[in-house]
């Protein structure tokens, strides 16, 4: 068995640094790429990783990396690497995906085929299979991951199972969700912090809404799912209880939190509410229906982060443009509170009537988004 692994944390696009700040954060060094992030580790490291990511969308295991021009460099290339230290006999192993980038190999189907074929004749070798005989695959699975880009292979593991995004408490999600790994990731982005109020506007099944209160209790994301390198055999079930122990031990469920979601639809509210008691924050979240129109507090130096219908997916584009003149309007007098709106409309700031401070393009699945800031004035205290 390996004590050591290169890892990789996949993330959207725009939102690598938070994923590496959430790695750094856990005193692991690692290096942010376009789309991922380089790190090294053991098992707990994996387990912990999968676990606590808030923003990534998987953790996988680099096996080996080299170039390959030809199906005969990327068969010996792959038969060259460290199968037995990975796969019991009997283990399920799928090239699951096979991505070619600005290479010579660029058939995708063949790639997959070659590379199984060089990982079964590696395993036959090591357990002492006669070659011929097909291996039987009823085992755990590991995902086998190819990837070539200018001719250099990647070959991973991938030790999520269901992307990260996953974290198992949206039972329903309506029309048009955000991802929780991307809400997470915004919220990170923003200045808000779980002392400040918090309130998503138009906040659907409530995303980031449960994803601010798991920030704001210190509860691991990913308590609630399962992971592939579970079923794995070199993987000890007494150290992933422990680690998950430990994020319960974590957890802080008495965290004073001021968090509000609000939505047009009662449907949706309804769908909010069901899923914040998945993950057990029922009490703590207030959700109510209510139009953005109707927006109206007191309270200051708060963060509004809401992700409206935009005109492709929800409304009409003259509904929409009504919408971001009505948010800009309801939203003006809280001078104090910073507000953060996501939307793929380009003309988003001219409709809302106002330059956003600072702008992030996202990407929210395929579609382009921006996050557009506005930041709150602090209020100052009077001192007498
Ligand atoms: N981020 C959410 C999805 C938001 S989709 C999630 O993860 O589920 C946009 C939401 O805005 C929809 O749920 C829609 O019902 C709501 N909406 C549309 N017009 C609204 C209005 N005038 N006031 C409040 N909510 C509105």
Known sequence: MKEQFKLVATAAAGLEAVVGREIRERGIDCQVENGKVL?????RTIIETNLWLRAADRIKIIVGQFPAKTFEDLFQGVFALDWENYLPLGA??????AKCVKSTLHNEPSVQAISKKAVVKKLQKHYHRPE???LQEIGAEFKIEV?????????????????????????EKGGAPIKENMAAAILQLSN????????????????????????GMKIAPGFNRQFAFEQWDWVDK???QQVRDEAEQMADYEADLDISGYDIDARMIDIAKKNAQEVGLADVI?????????LRTDKVNGVIISNPPYGERLLDS?????????MGQVFAPLTTWSKFILTSDEAFEQKYGSVADKKRKLYNGTLKVDLYQYFGQRVKRNIN
């Open 39 to 43: 790190f090294a580790g053991d098992v």
């Open 92 to 97: 399920k192993f799928p090239i699951s995906k």
């Open 132 to 134: 011929g005989v097909p």
């Open 147 to 171: 990837s070539i880009l200018k001719d250099q292979v990647t070959v991973m593991i991938d030790t999520s199972g269901d992307s990260l995004f996953k974290r198992g408490y949206r039972t």
């Open 192 to 215: 808000w912090y779980p002392d400040k109020p918090l309130i998503d506007p138009t906040c659907g099944s409530g995303t980031f809404c449960i994803e601010a209160a798991m920030i």
């Open 238 to 240: 007494n150290l992933v």
């Open 286 to 294: 207030h959700f109510k229906q209510m139009r953005v129109q109707d």
């Open 318 to 326: 003259r509904q929409v443009d009504v919408l971001y003149q009505e």
